[in-house]
């Protein structure tokens, strides 16, 4: 049973390029969290999806940055025009449902450059 | 907003000893709080959930204790092995089980 499955493992790119980071959720999973891990700094709370739908997205910066989960396929994290603040570690998490406890991916290392 | 504070950020022991890792918290009205190992380059492995009606939860060597009028959680680990070296997180969550408030963790070091 595969756990969480995320997309590149480590990602460059120059400022001003795109990002797309794929999580793939555990099998039976129908929801999906993302996290960002910035550098010394603890996890935040990014976006939370359902299967064709954003449930919160609370904590996703306002501009460049989008998620989506469709029907069939990965979720994939976009961020558009990369800039250097943008170096991180991006987590994708899942789970069955609500009350259940989130089962974390390895991670995308992305660095701008 | 919840604050997650967690001391010491590093901690460098002999094996065998035991591990004491502390986690505070500014909001108490939280709905679970967790502890996480992070290994380098890699996820997040959960270790211990503890509902915010319950005081403690045990794990083989480990105890995590909750204290939610005071704003604190320890992780204890009893008799260390080198395989226990990583990065230990606290996350705790306000009202739902899905929006965690992380600390920055602290790195363990488990000398042979």
């Known amino acids: 049973n595969a756990g969480v499955m995320q997309n590149p493992r480590h990602l460059v790119r120059r400022r001003g390029q795109e990002a797309r980071l794929r999580c793939s959720p555990m099998?039976?999973?129908?929801?999906v969290y993302w996290y960002r891990q910035l550098p010394e700094e603890g996890l935040k709370f990014m976006v939370y999806?359902?299967?064709?739908?954003?449930?919160?997205e609370s904590g996703m910066p306002k501009e460049r940055f989008s998620a989506e989960f469709p029907k069939e396929g990965p979720s994939i994290l976009r961020i558009q025009q990369v800039v250097r603040g943008d170096s991180a570690a991006y987590f994708c998490?899942?789970?069955?449902?609500?009350?259940?406890?989130?089962?974390f991916g390895n991670g995308t290392r992305l660095t701008v450059t | 907003k919840q604050e997650v504070t967690q001391i010491p950020a590093a901690l460098s022991v002999p094996e065998g000893e035991n591990l004491v890792l502390n986690c505070s918290f500014t909001d108490s009205a939280i709905y679970n709080l967790q502890w996480f190992r992070q290994d380098p380059g890699k996820g997040l492995t959960s270790l211990l959930l503890?509902?915010?009606?319950?005081r403690e939860q045990t794990s083989g060597r480990l105890n995590a204790s909750l204290d939610k009028s005071s704003g604190r959680s320890t992780l204890y680990i009893a008799a260390s092995q080198p395989g226990d070296s990583a990065t230990y997180l606290c996350a705790v969550s306000l009202n739902n089980d899905y929006k965690l408030s992380f600390g920055a963790g602290t790195t363990v070091t488990v000398r042979a």
């Open positions: 998490a899942s789970s069955p449902g609500n009350n259940s406890p989130l089962h």
């Open positions: 999806l359902q299967k064709e739908n954003i449930i919160d």
């Open positions: 099998k039976g999973h129908s929801h």
């Open positions: 503890i509902q915010s009606s319950q």
